[in-house]
Every structure is written in C-alpha cells, then in structure tokens.
C-alpha cells in the first residue's frame, strides 16, 4: 500500500473512531431511556377467566404469576424503585390496559411476569423476551440472574413481536420463568421458596443496571 492509499484509508476511519471514542455520540443515546427509569411497571400475566398454562399439578399460571409480582413488588420498593403493578388480585386486565399503564409513567421500565409450557413434556429452562432492541439489555440483565437460580437452565434472550413489548414506549421485558407442564420443573415452581428466590433474582437483574440501586434524580 503507498502512503497516499493509507492516508485515504485513516480519513475514512476517523468518523467511525470518532464515534466510537467520543462520550455521549449519537450512536450511544438511543439507550439513554433504559438508564434512567425509576418505576417499575411489574405485571403478573393473565388473570380471570384467562388462566394462562395449566400446571401439571398444582397453582395454574395466573396464580403464580401474581404470587411473583407480589414478592418482587416490595424487593423493588427496598432497592429505591417506585412500582406500580398491573393487577394486585385474579382480574383480566386487557393486553392494552396493561401497556397504556406503562405508556403513562415516562420514567418506567415494564416487566412482564409468565410461566411456560409445552406439548413436549421434557420442555424446560428460563428465558427473556424484548421488542425493541434497547430493551436488549434490561431482557438480558434480568436473564443472567435467573438463568440457574432453580436448577433451571437458560433458553437465552430472545426477540419477539407480543403485544406488550410491541405496544410499549417504555423498556419492556417479558420473562417466561420456566415450563409448568415439566413435572420436575412445575414442582420447583410451585414451592414458594423458590419463588422468592426467582423474585430476588429478577429484582437483582432489574437493578443490575444501575448498580444494585434506583438512580436517584435531581432533574
Ligand atoms: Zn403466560
């Protein structure tokens, strides 16, 4: 390569370094929402008539769920978050009831809360699910808690168009805490013990975005 070559091949690069190394460059303020949120959106999937899965034996989905935004609720609160929950008993709350509660708190991030389950019986493991791809992060923070914390194993982060992640403004996750139609794994999940361990670990990887803590404000 002569010198002039390479002269032209560095200019070319310094908008991509420039990008890379300076603070606060427009390639970074896309996430800049997902840092800030101080309100938490927990929403304990189905309700009512809608049972969501049923468990092979025991608490059918819509139970669990529930039992969960009940336990993560106040593990939130003692880390420094406001948390609003979607429903606090056995309702039906629509699919755009859920997500008009998130689009009305401009400092929230949203967490869905299910329980899995499959016609393959042998079917197990956690997974995390986002729309948008700045809800990446808060997806794969709460994943990395949850991944093994029961003897579970993790099925990864994954995208997917569902209404609640679709339909929302905010940073929205959906966690599928493992499958009630696994004999083994239902019978984990349906011991409370297990459940507040899960609650503390998607507390945890809630906060693991901001160092355990809520951000606190001044603006
Ligand atoms: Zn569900």
Not at 20 to 34: H, K, M, Q, Y
Not at 172 to 192: C, H, I, R, Y
């Amino acid at each position: 390569m002569t010198k002039r070559a390479l002269m032209i091949q560095v200019a070319r690069l310094l908008p991509l370094l420039a990008a890379v190394l300076l603070p606060g460059c427009a390639l970074f303020e896309e996430g800049a929402g997902l840092s800030n949120f101080r309100t938490v959106i927990v929403d304990a999937g189905h309700g009512g008539y809608d049972n969501g899965a049923k468990a092979v034996k025991g608490l059918p989905e819509k139970m669990l769920t529930l039992d969960m935004a009940r336990r993560v609720k106040p593990l939130l609160e003692a880390r420094g978050y406001r948390v609003v929950m979607t429903r606090t008993t056995d309702v039906f709350i629509p699919l755009g009831g859920r997500t008009g509660i998130s689009n009305a708190h401009p400092d929230a991030a949203f967490v869905s809360i299910h329980f899995n389950s499959s016609p393959r019986r042998a079917a197990n493991g956690v997974e995390t699910y986002y729309y948008n791809p700045r809800s990446a992060p808060l997806a794969s923070n709460i994943l990395r808690e949850i991944a093994t914390c029961y003897g579970s194993h993790s099925r990864g982060v994954k995208f997917a168009r569902y209404y609640v992640l679709h339909h929302n403004q905010r940073p929205a996750t959906l966690l599928e805490l493992g499958f009630v139609s696994n004999a083994k794994e239902n019978s984990s999940l349906q011991n409370p013990r297990v459940r507040q361990l899960l609650a503390e670990k998607i507390a945890a990887g809630i906060a693991r975005g901001h160092g355990g803590r809520a951000p606190v404000t001044g603006s």
